[in-house]
């Protein structure tokens, strides 16, 4: 089955500062990558996917990257603010209904102003 | 709109007991999916229903863990005879079935202490 690895597993910024998160996975026909945010007492929220028909992907401050031959995505968060502070987790999975996300162990990423 | 609901948001029981986790998921989501995220861990899969019948239950740890969603809205997570193990934030997702791709939208979470 698929598997994900996230690093690092902590991260601590300035703010202003750009932050990257980055991950593999295993399997070779996985083709759905989202993000999502986690603040403490919350649940995930989506906030950028990619599917394995771009390279590349932005929304305002975010980004994701994706390199199917090696099997890496990765987050790119530039002008961090102190609101980004969070753990962030990526997933892999199949882009269709019912299939579950694969997650990775999360990021921890911390903002300081 | 409004998002995906659980409750209760958080749930004290003793070893052994029985509990009942609810979630609502979003207005006019046909696909429901329970996840299990323990302390410093990503989520990971429990079960996913379409409609009324659970499609995929590959994630249910044992027969302890069961799930319902009789009218394919609400969906119940149980947990018979609970262990300490147990203790971690239960996650409920929903997506639209009228979409190609597998967005899912997360609700808040119950936090389950087994004690």
């Known amino acids: 089955g698929e598997n994900v690895e996230q690093h690092p597993s902590t991260l601590s910024v300035q703010e202003g500062d750009s932050a990257v998160i980055k991950c593999t996975y295993s399997?070779?026909?996985?083709?759905?990558f989202p993000w999502y945010k986690q603040e403490l007492g919350k649940g995930p929220q989506l906030i950028i996917d990619?599917?394995?028909?771009?390279g590349e992907k932005k929304d305002q401050r975010i980004a994701v990257t994706l390199n199917k031959t090696a099997k890496h995505f990765s987050l790119h968060i530039t002008e961090t603010q102190p609101e980004d502070s969070a753990v962030y987790f990526c997933?892999?999975?199949?882009?269709?209904?019912?299939?579950?996300?694969?997650f990775g162990k999360g990021t921890t990423l911390s903002v300081s102003s | 709109g409004a998002g995906v609901s659980q409750t209760p948001s958080n749930k004290v029981t003793e070893k052994g007991k029985y509990v009942e986790l609810r979630c609502d998921p979003i207005?006019?989501?046909?696909?429901l999916y329970w996840y299990r995220q323990s302390l410093g861990q990503g989520p990971e899969f429990l079960i996913y229903?379409?409609?009324?019948?659970?499609?995929?239950d590959s994630g249910l740890p044992n027969d302890r863990f069961f799930a319902v969603r009789p009218e394919g809205s609400v969906s119940t997570l149980k947990i018979q005879r609970t262990e300490r193990g147990d203790s971690a934030v239960y996650l409920c997702?929903?997506?639209?079935?009228?979409?190609?791709?597998?967005?899912?939208?997360f609700g808040p979470g119950t936090r389950l202490t087994v004690l």
């Open positions: 997702a929903s997506s639209s079935q009228t979409r190609a791709f597998n967005e899912q939208f």
């Open positions: 399997d070779s026909a996985s083709n759905y």
């Open positions: 990619i599917r394995s028909n771009v």
């Open positions: 997933a892999a999975t199949y882009d269709q209904a019912g299939t579950a996300l694969i």
């Open positions: 207005s006019g989501h046909t696909a």
């Open positions: 229903f379409q409609g009324t019948g659970a499609a995929d």
